[in-house]
């Protein structure tokens, strides 16, 4: 038997329930989890999503949620030849058919019925997915298929790789807006758990300058004194934000991450957007909530791109923690903030209040 907290209904708290130990399937890892992170918008998604929208759908209950879950592998399907027991894995909870084009060629998130196990899915086949992998982070073993494992180099605890999920959007989306060394950035929310990722992997990518945009100046400082030389705050609230920006780069960036998210004034992103150089790319991975007003012809003109990015591929996961192994991904500048799963309900509700792109709330299994 194992402990995992679980919720009984749309709203409620989660109940740490006894349930049996799963078995793997052929082509499935039996994983005992050692830390799985907390996600600031769960208690929205348990709470209001079926409202909010129906067209994502939710596990059905009693269910077992937590993303981004890291541990070790405590036995392998019979299928299985790639990891034995004892590896160090991140779990990456998106998931897809697995029969689709998209799948087929390894690209999980534009599957149709993509899926993060723990959390929520994007269309009607969610639920067959939910139903083959009902285990997730915040129970003690979890199930996983062997080509959702990322390897974790030993230099890595599992608390850190608890945020791979925000860290692999971010990389995702630095991949699309085609990032090169030498080339300049600008991250709009850059306060935010997502948008401090995003910062770290540009400087990672090689990028020459890091224009960081947010409202808090101590965050904005915080970030700089990581990296004085690349980091350029940019604070929101001193006037256009892009004025601001070309006032220090008057041929403005070359690329833009949007990661603001649904609560944020959709003024930002437009205003964010003219520091766009030409040629360049926005790409939008924090959900802000839109329309955002887009003229085809000055797009056109000025040859700009805006694009969506969806999580990210277990392989870039893969990339990211040589990244980390290497040294070139930074991630001293994050902290621990561990609770039992006993806590999680408190957990949920003090990251509300506490939460920000420096802290990394996360259950530590016992």
């Known amino acids: 038997m194992m402990k995992a907290a679980r919720l009984h209904e749309i709203g409620g708290r989660f109940v740490v329930d006894q349930i049996p130990v799963p078995a793997p399937g052929p082509h499935d890892v039996l994983v005992k989890v050692a830390a799985s992170g907390i996600i600031p918008n769960l208690k929205n998604v ?41 590896d160090r894995v991140y779990v990456n909870p998106g998931i897809g058919c697995g029969q689709c084009r998209p799948c087929r060629e390894g690209d999980a998130p534009r599957c149709e019925s993509y899926t993060f196990t723990g959390y929520f899915g994007f269309g009607p086949g969610s639920q067959q997915v939910f139903e083959r992998y009902p285990y997730a982070g915040y129970g003690q073993y979890m199930t996983a298929h062997v080509h959702n494992l990322v390897r974790l180099p030993d230099c890595l605890g599992f ?14 989306a630095i991949r699309k807006a085609a990032l090169r060394p030498s080339q300049n950035i600008l991250i709009l929310g850059a306060s935010g758990t997502l948008g401090v990722g995003a910062a770290l992997l540009a400087l990672a990518f090689g990028a020459s300058r890091v224009l960081v945009v947010a409202r808090d ?68 991975i924090g959900g802000v909530a839109g329309p955002i007003p887009i003229d085809p012809h000055p797009f056109m003109c000025a040859q700009l791109q805006y694009l969506g990015s969806l999580w990210f591929t277990t392989s870039e996961g893969e990339e990211m923690a040589s990244m980390v192994e290497s040294g070139v991904l930074d991630l001293s500048i994050l902290e621990d903030r561990p609770y039992p799963l006993e806590e999680l309900n408190e957990a949920l509700e003090q990251i509300q209040s506490e939460g920000n792109g420096f802290t990394n709330f996360h259950i530590l299994h016992q």
């Open 217 to 284: 100046a101590e965050a904005l400082e915080r970030l700089r004194a990581h990296d004085p030389r690349r980091i350029i705050p940019i604070r929101i609230g001193n006037g256009s934000i892009a004025e601001q920006v070309r006032a220090v780069l008057p041929e403005g960036v070359d690329s833009m991450l949007d990661t603001l998210g649904a609560k944020a004034p959709t003024e930002l992103s437009v205003d964010a957007m003219q520091a766009v150089a030409r040629g360049g790319r926005i790409v939008q």
């Open 159 to 172: 608390a850190g790789a608890t945020r791979f999920g925000y860290l692999g959007t971010a990389y995702a």
């Open 46 to 86: 348990t709470t209001y999503f079926p409202e909010w929208y129906p067209f994502l759908p939710l596990p059905k209950l009693p269910a077992i949620f937590g993303l981004d879950s890291a541990g070790t592998v405590a036995a392998v399907g019979a299928e299985v030849t790639a990891f034995k027991p004892g």
